[in-house]
């Protein structure tokens, strides 16, 4: 994201040597390969000694259960799901989660890399709504769809741990072949409504994603979407039952939790980091939809 420079984006290397720092985890994921990782959610999940704060990472991330439950936070929705069910965080999104989910499945992570290739010749994001930071991250299948889902990530576990990335041909088509099944399972946030206006929100929510340093009235969208606030405020009310200024605010927020969890920066450079001069006001803006200061929060964070 542009302008977020002090906002640590973690690979697999990286986040599981903060969040999972385990031995136990060399036999379980290859942390030095960038591109792709997969392994049984139970086992991987074990080894998370403390809750998750806001965190952003390099790759895609999947889960998909065969038993249990699990919740994450996305952006600034919450997701729970069950049996059957898959849950992305695209690249770049923030999340977080807590600790004593009971589960059993399979997580893994991909770079836009291992989809693109001899197999796939075009933008996955282009391609997989899921993938996108606007999509719906939560997809449920029917029995017979998951169970070919089921063995797809069975078939791709078994190659990683017995070749590592060295076919990656065989992980491509795996992939592709399990998104395709996905996409025909997906049902997007915006079900109903004028394709237009549909585009028009979701393009909206792709500018707040990249651009909320420096933009924070819907104004500034609605000119980069060559339309008026007030087309742009109807719009995307009524799509996402949200006003645009929601977005905007819990986006800022989103920016601001990563910042506070990450940094050591004093809250007053936390606020110009996510474009607020004015400490104060973002002590007020954060406290409204957080409950507590941005002080408080950190604190909360580190006794955690």
């Not at 403390?50 to 919450?78: D, F």
């Not at 989103?254 to 050591?264: F, I, M, P, T, Y």
Request: proline share 3%; hydrophobic share 40%.
């Amino acid at each position: 994201m542009s302008g977020l420079g002090k906002i640590k984006l973690y690979d697999a290397k990286s986040f599981t040597k903060k969040f999972m720092p385990s031995d136990k985890l060399k036999d379980i994921v290859r942390v030095e390969e960038h591109k792709f990782f997969i392994t049984r959610i139970e086992e991987m999940y074990q080894l998370v000694t403390h809750h998750v704060p806001a965190s952003r990472s390099t790759i895609h991330s999947v889960l998909y259960l065969t038993e249990g439950e699990a919740e994450m936070k996305i952006g600034s929705e919450v997701y729970k799901i069950k049996k059957d069910e898959m849950l992305f965080v695209p690249a770049g999104q923030v999340f977080s989660f807590q600790t004593g989910d009971v589960n059993k499945g399979y997580i893994c992570g991909m770079h836009n890399d291992m989809l693109i290739g001899k197999f796939g010749k075009t933008d996955p994001l282009k391609e997989f709504e899921f993938l996108r930071v606007w999509g719906n991250p939560m997809v449920s299948f029917d029995a017979g769809t998951s169970e070919f889902i089921h063995h797809i990530l069975k078939r791709l576990l078994l190659e990683y741990v017995q070749n590592g990335l060295s076919n990656q041909d065989i992980f491509q088509s795996y992939l592709l072949a399990m998104f395709c099944e996905v996409k025909n399972a997906y049902q997007p946030l915006a079900s109903t409504g004028k394709a237009s206006s549909v585009s028009i929100a979701n393009k909206f929510k792709e500018l707040v994603f990249s651009n909320i340093k420096n933009k924070h009235l819907v104004s500034d969208y609605a000119f980069l979407l060559n339309i008026s606030p007030n087309h742009l405020n109807k719009t995307v009310k009524a799509v996402t039952s949200k006003s645009p200024t929601k977005w905007i605010d819990e986006a800022i927020i989103a920016e601001a939790k990563v910042l506070l969890c990450q940094s050591d920066l004093p809250i007053g450079e936390v606020a110009q980091e996510v474009g607020f001069e004015d400490q104060s006001y973002f002590t007020r803006l954060f406290k409204k939809y957080e409950g507590v200061t941005p002080s408080d929060f950190r604190k909360m964070i580190e006794i955690s």
